[in-house]
């Protein structure tokens, strides 16, 4: 039985997320094939189809999936799945949308979030806000899981050679329709693929004040992020968040500046190589979790650290 992964992309290009994913469906051992659902998307099926450990790329490109509507994409998954024992997609909104509504509409239970594969149905994955870590057998037929990025390395996305096969299905989705889309344009690394992020709390004050990490983060190159609270305060928008209900972080470097370090913040960070905390509470639980922690005014040392960089 062979494994599909519904890739990751925007149409233009596909996201590095996938190749976690890739990594991941190579460890179950099978041969792997890479879903493409989009519009006008053969610069993606390019890149899919040079991906290490892919064996063959599905090609489902139509106006009817241009925003990949989980209603549709789900149906045509479905029409798919015979043949396919293990149904993965990475743990990103938009893994996390589709998925669960493919193993529904296959009767049987999803696995979310998967950190390591132990065998073909046996899985890890944290709970409880990544405070303990459960590990999973499933018996059903097919395995459907999301997979979080951060728990294997990416693939090559060079060296593969895939066949295509493009799928003939046009399934519309007559449930809902995309009506538009606002996104935050920038010039750093994409969060989740950063390998050096600074993220300011509740601390930063205002929105103002995070032009403070953007001196140290353009020094770095590294992707800024933020607590809830600095979210739900308004300072950055929301796809800064990191955490539980944020994204799920684990750079080789996180910079954590007026953040008190909630389990609910941890969750989204705790597993980043080296953590640094720069916070003028020296209580602040951030401090039982930095490699490195600076007790300090952060609009004192932010600035300090900037300098020397
Ligand atoms: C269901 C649920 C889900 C949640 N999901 C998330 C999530 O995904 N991500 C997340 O982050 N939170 C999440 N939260 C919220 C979480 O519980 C905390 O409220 C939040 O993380 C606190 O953010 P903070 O550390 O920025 O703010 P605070 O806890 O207020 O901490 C601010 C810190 O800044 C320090 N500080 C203040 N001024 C300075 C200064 N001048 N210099 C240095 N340090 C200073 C303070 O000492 C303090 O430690 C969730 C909560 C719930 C209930």
Known sequence: MSILILAEH????????????????????????????????????????????????????????????????SKLVVDIASGYGHILAPATTTGKNTLPRVAALLNVAQLSDVIKVESADTFVRPIYAGNAIATVKTTDTVKVLTVRSTGFDAAASTGGNAEREVLSQVIASDRSRFVKEQLAESDRPELTAASVIISGGRGMGNGENFKLLEGVADKLGAAIGASRAAVDAGFVPNDLQVGQTGKTVAPDLYIAVGISGAIQHLAGMKDSKVIVAINKDEDAPIFQVADYGLVADLFDAVPELEKSL
């Open 10 to 73: 925007d149409n233009k290009s596909l996201k590095p997320a996938t190749l976690n994913t890739v990594t991941a469906a190579t460890q179950i051992g099978a041969d792997v094939h890479l879903l493409v659902v989009g519009f006008e998307c053969q610069t993606v099926v390019e890149q899919a189809s040079q991906v290490a450990g892919v064996s063959k790329v599905l090609v489902a490109d139509n106006a009817v999936y241009e925003h990949q509507l989980a209603e549709n994409v």
